[in-house]
């Protein structure tokens, strides 16, 4: 269990850097996609089964998909 909670952050944190210095905008979404559900994923090993479900449902259901929406109008 330890040894996925460190993978979950690994995924993050290059998924975050893939965020910061990618040029194409609708890549830069989908990697911060990435990047958040493995945070989620990190909820869900530390037991915070709400909080992870919650990541999900508000930033990359919602807030994300809103995201790529005004990427691709624009």
Known sequence: MEILFFIAAAVAVLA???VIV???PVHALLYLVVSL???????????A????IMEIVVYVGAIMVLLVFVVMML
């Not at 559900?37 to 037991?47: D, E, K, Q, T």
């Not at 089964?49 to 992870?52: I, L, R, T």
């Open 16 to 18: 975050t850097l893939g």
């Open 49 to 52: 089964n709400f909080a992870g």
């Open 22 to 24: 990618n040029t194409n």
């Open 37 to 47: 559900l493995s945070v989620a994923m990190i909820f869900f090993m530390m037991g």
